[in-house]
């Protein structure tokens, strides 16, 4: 009887210690799982905070770089003439960026919109900002001028550039729909949804998944719920004045986790946060099984008791592994996230590598003309041949946008650049298989042995990666070999050019062109130069492919082509004699549908004939995707004479000649100066017997000595330009010669 006691005593003492157990395992996994939560909570409001920060500053960039244009282009905006000028300049960013409408309101308050609506906005919060000179973003808003559908409106005040006075607010109204889907991020198996409210609760916008959705106020909500809300909602409003993020918790229909964090826009006065909301019932979910589970295994014997020990710890990994799969997988490429990289870096990695920062020269502009979605087609296509290339020990991630994060390991500097050319390699052919804008990816690299701050060694790769942006020669570089000096040169120039352009300080120069059969002038080419603040020129090599890296070399094209054109009537009011003038224009522009249209408008301004301004497109631009074939043909619909510049300097040129129909082709240097050698002679005189074969006419550039001049006479090459006749000429030399 002792014995069986003692028995009963062990067992009754196992199944109290395995109880014990069980209830002190079971308040460690509750705890993880709700810690987990919380941070794939904040880790999910995050990236929603910083998508929509980056859309709404997106827009407020636009706004600005237009209402810089206008400032440029119209010195004071009061005749009703000028206002439906600039009303009509709008509707064309209108379409480009499908606000819903554009307008400008005066400085009496009168609005004036590109949907032909005239209203006095004298009362609204837009003109009150405006007049005070404060950029302004509308919450949440009935259009009271359309429809009657909520909008958002952002806007702008406007300067005379004469006199520095207000003359009036740009101003652009945005579907707040378009924002609700951005809310509708998938979180939490679509139980996750956030709304961006006013630091008195107000609210912006808010996901239509949320089944709070159409609250106009959230703290009001709130506590018509229940007043035990009372005393976090005063904690919320006062982590809110102090720009501070947390987490709390909320009474609702059912009880619900919240993270709000400030977002930060352009007008820093707006004090908008962002809302993340998840059901408390998404962890309930996980944790209800583990308290069914655990009485079961308390009220049978031990194995069996043990046995749901094990099927609970499965049970745990399982959940967590869920959990993580949210923070963790990249929900664009399903690879690894910026945070995920980390974590693997600094928990797995025992070798010295090289982290490498990964991204492309001109993403934003491939998704403005070719569309979000193809977009992240490209993206998932990189993805996959970034991680195709990955070896053993390798790690990378997608971070956001167009941005990668590698770590790669090699034992020489000179194998790990071969694989990055093959990477670039395989990158760059992504345009011809998507028919997109051609991509070049540039790669900074830090090598490293420590692990214990990725995220520093991650800053010098991309201040290595930065360096060369915009590069034509070489699109990778070591952060030890950085010219830091010319990296912040490079930073002062991109900073500087929209004063530039305000100031008028790119003058054009031109450089003459000759006719072989006359030995006049026939004819000039457009360059343009930097002229700075003291009085010296800026070499064209140091800012132009940094223009065309950041998309502002539109902007100069434009500028350059109106200058022609406006000197071109004047010449003509001075009864010169008129010769074409050429206007290059980059790759960059012709991704531009509205292109064409735009610089119809400029010549019809000045009274120009398109005769008087060819277009020159050099060849690789012109072979590159059916898009630009189709704008190039376009133009010369419109009239434009067309010419095909750099010839021969390695690309498909008979290709070139195949797909378009040029009027001139300009033989480039590489091929002038063949003259002299008998079989580089004989394939220039090929080459012009072709292009006058198909009706061309044929300019020669760079051309330099007296032997090269006969040569080309005697192949009867129509044109002649050079350092033989004249290099380029500042306007006053150039007039001189005629």
């Known amino acids: 009887m002792k014995k069986y006691n003692l028995r009963i005593l062990v067992v009754l003492i196992a199944t109290a210690i395995t109880v014990v157990t069980l209830t002190y395992c079971q308040r460690i996994i509750s705890s993880e799982l709700q810690l987990q939560l919380y941070n794939n909570l904040k880790d999910v409001a995050m990236q929603n905070k910083v998508t929509m920060e980056k859309e709404l500053n997106s827009k407020y ?123 509708n991020v998938d979180s939490f198996d679509g139980a996750g949804y956030s709304y961006i409210v006013t630091s008195n609760g107000t609210v912006v916008t808010d996901s239509a998944k949320s089944p709070l959705y159409g609250t106009t106020n959230i703290f009001e909500t709130l506590l018509s719920f229940s007043v035990d809300n009372t005393d976090n909602i005063r904690s919320v409003r006062e982590d809110m004045d102090h720009s501070k993020s ?29 809302f993340t909301i998840v059901p408390t019932s998404v962890l309930e979910a996980r944790t209800n099984t583990i308290y069914r589970y655990q009485t079961a295994m308390i009220a049978v014997i031990l194995p069996v008791t043990l046995i749901l020990s094990i099927f609970f710890i499965l049970s745990y990994r399982r959940s967590s592994k869920e959990l993580q799969a949210l923070a963790y997988v990249n ?65 990378a991630a997608h971070i956001k946008g167009d941005q990668f994060i590698l770590f790669m390991i090699a034992s020489t500097k000179e194998l790990l650049l071969e694989r990055i050319r093959e990477l670039s390699d395989s990158i760059v052919s992504l345009a011809q298989i998507h028919n997109t804008v051609c991509l070049s990816p540039y790669f900074g690299i830090y090598k490293t042995d420590d692990f214990k701050d990725p995220e520093a060694s991650h800053t010098y790769a991309i201040q290595a990666k930065n360096s060369i942006k915009g590069n034509q020669h070489k699109n990778w570089a070591f952060y030890e070999d950085v010219n830091f000096e010319a ?126 301004v060819p277009l020159e497109i050099t060849e690789s631009a012109a072979i590159n995707t059916a898009q630009i074939q189709e704008l190039v043909a376009k133009f010369r619909d419109a009239g434009f ?98």
């Not at 559908?149 to 006199?163: H, P």
């Open 641 to 738: 004479p067309i010419y095909l510049d750099d010839f021969g300097n390695g690309y498909s040129s008979l290709a070139a000649l195949n797909l378009l129909h040029f009027d001139t082709l300009k033989l480039d240097k590489s091929l002038i100066d063949f003259v002299g050698d008998p079989r580089g002679e004989k394939l220039l005189s090929y080459t012009i017997m072709l292009a006058k074969s198909l009706n061309m006419t044929i300019t020669a550039e760079g051309v330099e000595t007296i032997d090269q001049v006969n040569f080309l006479n005697s192949m009867k090459c129509d044109e002649l330009q050079g350092y033989y006749f004249s290099k380029p000429l500042p306007l006053a030399d150039f007039e001189q010669l005629f």
């Open 487 to 612: 990296l912040a040169e490079t930073k002062k120039i991109e900073d500087s050019f929209d004063e530039a352009i305000r100031d008028h300080d790119f003058e054009v120069w031109y450089q003459p062109k000759y006719s072989s059969e006359t030995s006049k002038i026939c004819g000039a080419e457009a360059l343009v130069r930097w002229r700075q603040k003291d009085g010296s020129l800026l070499p064209p090599y140091k800012f132009i492919p940094l223009l065309e890296q950041n998309g502002k070399i539109i902007t100069l094209d434009e500028y350059v082509f109106k200058t022609v054109c406006k000197q071109l009537n004047i010449w003509k009011l001075e009864n010169r004699e008129l010769f074409p003038v050429s206007v290059n224009i980059s790759r960059a522009s012709l991704y531009y549908d509205s292109l064409v249209e735009r610089y119809v408008k400029i010549l019809q301004k000045y009274h120009t004939p398109t005769s008087l």
């Open 331 to 395: 929900p664009l490429t399903g690879g690894d996230t910026y945070a995920a990289f980390l974590k693997k870096l600094t928990t797995s990695s025992k070798t010295d590598g090289y982290l490498i920062s990964l991204d492309f020269s001109n993403f934003k502009l491939l998704n403005s003309i070719c569309g979000v979605e193809k977009g992240n087609e490209v993206l998932k296509s990189t993805w996959n041949i970034i991680s195709s290339k990955l070896r053993v020990g390798e790690i």
């Open 61 to 183: 960039d636009l706004l600005m770089d237009i209402a810089l244009q206008i400032e440029s282009d119209y010195p004071s905006v009061s005749a009703e003439e000028d206002i439906y000028s600039l009303i009509s300049f709008l509707s064309t960013y209108t379409d480009i960026y499908d606000f819903k409408r554009m307008g400008f309101i005066d400085t009496n308050g009168l609005a004036y919109t590109t949907d032909g609506y005239v209203r006095d906005l004298s009362a609204s919060d837009v003109y009150l900002y405006g007049m005070q000179g404060r950029p302004y973003i509308s919450q949440k808003i009935t259009d009271t001028i359309g429809d009657n559908n909520d909008v958002t409106i952002f806007s702008i005040t406007l300067y005379n550039t004469v006199n520095s006075e207000i003359m009036g607010m740009l101003f652009a109204t945005y579907p707040t729909d378009t924002f609700k889907e951005m809310l």
């Open 246 to 274: 947390g987490y709390v918790t909320f009474k609702t229909d059912t009880e619900r986790y919240y993270y709000y964090s400030p977002l930060n826009l352009i007008p820093e006065d707006l004090n908008w946060y962002m």
